[in-house]
Nanobody, 122 residues
């Protein structure tokens, strides 16, 4: 069982930055691929970024490529999402997830956090 707790969300102006963190409870954290997803009101949950268990491979949705960076610190059981050049369309609840693969489908992830709200004002 893995418990995930996101933090770092908030209100920011367009063009600003935020860094989300996701702390995992399990000592087996280093064996899981991790992902970030987001869900805006009235929309389906969408993939944002993924990272392999070792951190050597990362994947991004086209909409955030070049602006967001996913990283992990296995010694701290934490995965991060650095978000720069934020846009109003990035407004959503952001979720971190743990699973066997770092793919773009929610079904590839087993454990989910409760989410953190990110609001970008224009």
């Amino acid at each position: 069982q893995v418990q995930l707790v996101e933090s770092g969300g908030g209100l920011v102006q367009a063009g600003g930055s935020l860094r989300l963190s996701c702390a995992a409870s399990a000592r087996t954290f280093r064996t899981y691929a991790m992902g970030w997803f987001r869900q805006a009101p009235g929309k389906e949950r969408e993939f944002v970024a993924g990272i392999s268990w070792s951190g050597t491979r990362t994947y991004y949705a086209d909409s955030v490529k070049g602006r967001f960076t996913i990283s992990r610190d296995n010694a701290k059981n934490t995965v991060y999402l650095q978000m720069n050049s934020l846009k109003p369309e990035d407004t959503a609840v952001y979720y971190c997830a743990a699973g066997g693969l770092s793919g773009a489908q929610p079904s590839e992830y087993t454990y989910w956090g409760q989410g953190t709200q990110v609001t970008v004002s224009s």
